[in-house]
């Protein structure tokens, strides 16, 4: 309760700071007769994009109040399921059970591209598929059959249940799983810590995470780039999501609209994200 | 009862029974389901036979939901923190105690602010340092990956350390000064008197400073979730990355809402608490069957 306060206090001064500069969008129009809460949670890759839109609308009606709070795709399903928030971001589509089970219904927003990562010492800069498979597998436990430094490769994976493990080992390892020796880390970020602080390490991050402490491996030649993700040449990515219980009304569903809205676009472009157009 | 305070002034005498004895009855009530609730909760996964808890492969996408590897993980990882971690409390606490430790005020002090200052040290803070200093120098030192069951061990050792010591010591203390006036004019130093009078009739001390700090050795999640690297498999050696039950509860949690890998949750709950109270009742039975007739 107090982390979601809190968070409301940054979204709120942050508000307050940038009215100094705001040319007000006719699609915030549609938020002039709206007032109220939306409280939104879920996925992490989400909150860079619904924080930016969420900005834009108390910006443009002091009225709404909208808060954004993390936990992973798990806890976004069960928020909404449960009514405690109108809005559940999940980094995966929703299982048949979770539908049937709270009634949900999803809106896919974004693309987001899944990059294989190692350190930027590390002089392998391209892997095969097939070789990527033998890596997490546990098969190949030396750089040197990479084509790299003779040093054993320390494996990285994410948590059981993480919308970017579940991207990854669907498209990169057509549905395997990862040998049980990896180590498991339970956030990019936490990731892309343990890449940048070992030299041997490889893993994987939402290519929305990729910066110069870490460096995108291509996979078959493809480099993991938004581009690259957009037009499908690059094989790992995967859809956004947000679900609501029921389909959405008032405030929540105009929240919804203005993601799918030309500013919305521009806020996803911006996340590291590719728009994915409303069906 | 000449003796008035606000208690016996505002309540009547015959009613302070009855409060007593209700608040009693709602704490005893709170364990009582706490305990009924996880053996509950627990009870669908000790009976479903195609998603048992009770096997070696956790691989939820496989149907595999084995907890087994992260039990015997909290074991190992409880165990070598306190094989690490109890000599060295003891030392402390012994040293605290004697003269050469008054003879060097400013290092006692010290010491004992030092020992003051970790118990308030939040766990995120210790695990976040040992993550840019411990894990690095064990990678260099020992292979792997430096997040490895002996790091973590090593930083839950330090977490425990202080709780041992301040039970320790204050265990100790009352004995010890009450041998002092006979024990020193006899020709005795302090660390004679502990170590040949005080300590030999002090197990059910040494017994409670060790429950505590497996007790939290047990409980803690966050050192071993930074630390020990996760992997849902047994390490044979210790620079292997293992995961923890506390660890595996934080890790699931955060993407699970029902199903299997949820229920299994709740076996590994059942788990933590009833690995607390065997070995609590052991050592305490220890304690007791321990406490030998004084020595000469």
Redesign the interface.
């Known amino acids: 309760m107090s982390q979601l306060f809190r968070k409301t206090l940054i979204l709120a001064s942050m508000a307050v700071l940038a009215m100094v500069q705001s040319p007000r969008a006719d699609s915030l129009d549609d938020f002039k007769n709206l007032s109220g809460k939306l409280d939104i949670a879920g996925g992490t890759a989400h909150i860079p994009v619904m924080k930016a839109a969420a900005q834009d609308i108390m910006r443009a009606n002091p009225k709404i109040r909208i808060t954004v709070a993390a936990?992973?795709?798990?806890?976004g399903?069960?928020k909404v399921?449960e009514g405690l928030v109108q809005i559940g971001n999940t980094g995966r589509a929703l299982k048949e059970?979770e539908i049937a089970?709270y009634g949900l219904v999803s809106f896919p927003f974004a693309i987001d591209g899944v990059a294989v990562a190692v350190n930027p010492d590390n002089p392998v800069t391209s892997l095969t598929k097939a070789q990527i498979k033998d890596v997490f597998a546990g098969k190949v436990t030396n750089w040197r059959e990479l084509g790299g430094h003779d040093a054993?490769i320390?494996?990285?994976v994410r948590?059981?249940?993480?919308g970017t493990r579940e991207t990854f080992?669907t498209r990169a390892l057509d549905?395997a799983?990862s040998t049980?020796?990896?180590?498991?880390?339970?956030s990019n970020g936490?990731m892309k810590?343990?890449i940048a602080?070992?030299a041997?390490?490889i893993g994987y991050v939402g290519i929305g995470h990729l910066d110069a402490s870490i460096r995108g491996v291509a996979i078959d030649g493809q480099k993991p780039t938004q581009e690259g993700a957009a037009s499908g040449a690059y094989p790992v990515t995967r859809l956004l999501y947000m679900n609501t219980k029921g389909q959405p009304q008032g405030l929540t569903k105009a929240f919804i609209e203005y993601i799918f809205s030309e500013k919305g676009k521009v806020l996803i472009s911006k996340a590291g994200y590719i728009p994915y157009a409303k069906k | 009862m000449p003796r008035s305070n606000f208690l016996t002034e505002n309540i009547p005498q015959e009613t302070a029974g009855p409060w007593l004895w209700l608040g009693t009855v709602l704490a005893m009530l709170g364990v009582f389901c706490l305990c009924v609730m996880i053996v509950v909760a627990a009870l669908p996964a000790f009976f479903s036979h195609s998603h048992s808890p009770f096997e070696w492969v956790w691989q939820p996408n496989q149907g595999h939901f084995g907890i087994l590897p992260m039990c015997v993980g909290t074991l190992l990882l409880s165990f070598s923190s306190l094989a690490l971690g109890f000599p060295w409390a003891l030392a402390i606490a012994v040293w605290h105690l004697t003269e050469e430790a008054s003879a060097f005020a400013h290092a006692k002090t010290a010491v004992g602010a030092l020992i003051r200052f970790l118990t308030t040290i939040p766990t995120v803070v210790l695990s976040f340092a040992a993550v840019f200093l411990l894990t690095p120098f064990l990678r260099l030192h020992i292979g792997g990956t430096g997040f490895c069951l002996l790091g973590a061990s090593l930083m839950v050792s330090l977490l425990i350390l202080p709780t041992m010591i301040l039970v320790l010591e204050s265990g100790l203390k009352g004995k010890l000064e009450a041998l002092c006036p006979y024990g020193l004019a006899l020709g005795f130093s302090r660390y004679d008197l502990l170590r040949y009078c005080v300590l030999p009739q002090s197990v059910r001390t040494l017994t409670q400073a060790a429950v505590l700090g497996f007790g939290r050795a047990l409980g803690d999640t966050l050192l071993p979730l930074m630390l020990a690297g996760n992997a849902p498999h047994v390490p044979t050696r210790v620079n292997e990355s293992m995961r923890t039950l506390s660890a595996h509860m934080a890790l699931v949690t955060a993407n699970e809402v029902g199903g299997s890998a949820y229920n299994s949750l709740f076996a590994a709950g059942l788990f933590l608490l009833g690995t607390s109270v065997v070995v609590t009742l052991i050592l305490r039975r220890l304690a007791r069957t321990d406490t030998s007739p004084e020595r000469p």
Do not use: F, I, M, R
């Open positions: 936990g992973g795709s798990g806890v399903v069960q399921g059970k089970k054993p320390s494996l990285y948590e059981d249940g993480s080992e549905k799983s049980d020796k990896a180590n498991v880390v339970n936490a810590t343990a602080k070992d041997n390490a």
